[in-house]
């Protein structure tokens, strides 16, 4: 079974639309993380997640929303997605917080035209 | 400036030999992570650690929590160890490194 599971792998799509990328860990961490990977594949937090607290990083656009239904998912949902937010996003949990090993998903390739 | 910086950014190495890769950063932070990401693929964390040493099987990492420096080492390197290591440092913040392309020649 995969530990932290993102779908989809790839997604194309038109300027303007909203999409929305899920992820899914089963390894029963308590805190669950999106990064974004640019073109010259530098990693950078989006948000974290931990026991229904929410810490976002202030540089993330606001039309980027994470979306936790349990402890187990962390949705993202973007809107009106433009051009810049093209690259791989990565899914990731950890046991206690931010000082815990982190365990990635195999990250979604948005491409937006 | 980076809050965490990386050297070298690339490196090439004959299969075999003993490869050292160096993580400095400005900011305080309560963990350091080093990260493997292999070409067109996930991300997998190699140690995370805090104070003093780690190691697992060729790999070794250290931490000097006063200079604020960690290496990763890589004893008797392999092909399979061409991967892109990143480091990131977690205080109140998440610090990444810019990464460090290898490159292991057979």
């Known amino acids: 079974d995969t530990a932290v599971s993102q779908t989809p792998k790839y997604l194309v799509t038109q300027m303007g639309n909203d999409k929305s990328i899920k992820c899914e860990q089963n390894?029963?961490?308590?805190?669950m993380y999106w990064y974004k990977q640019d073109s010259k594949k530098f990693l950078k937090i989006m948000f974290s997640?931990?026991?229904?607290?929410?810490?976002i990083n202030e540089t993330v656009p606001n039309r980027f929303s994470p979306k936790s239904p349990d402890k187990a998912h962390l949705n993202l949902h973007i809107n009106s997605l433009e051009l810049g937010d093209s690259a791989v996003y990565f899914c990731?949990?950890?046991?206690?917080?931010?000082?815990?090993?982190?365990?990635f998903g195999e990250g979604s390739r948005l491409t937006v035209l | 400036k980076n809050e965490v910086e990386q050297s070298p950014q690339n490196l090439t190495a004959q299969e075999g030999e003993f490869i050292t890769i160096n993580c400095s950063y400005s900011?305080?932070?309560?963990?350091l992570h080093w990260l493997q990401q292999h070409p067109g693929g996930g991300i997998v964390s190699l140690f995370m650690l805090s104070s003093g040493k780690k190691k697992h099987g060729r790999l070794i990492a250290t931490i000097n929590i006063q200079e604020k420096h960690s290496s990763l080492h890589i004893t008797a390197s392999h092909p399979r160890d061409s991967a892109v290591y990143i480091c990131a440092g977690t205080g109140n913040q998440f610090y990444f490194g810019t990464g460090t392309s290898l490159t292991v020649i057979p």
């Open positions: 990731a949990s950890s046991r206690g917080g931010w000082t815990g090993e982190l365990f």
């Open positions: 390894l029963g961490h308590d805190t």
């Open positions: 900011v305080g932070i309560s963990a």
């Open positions: 997640y931990n026991n229904k607290e929410l810490i």
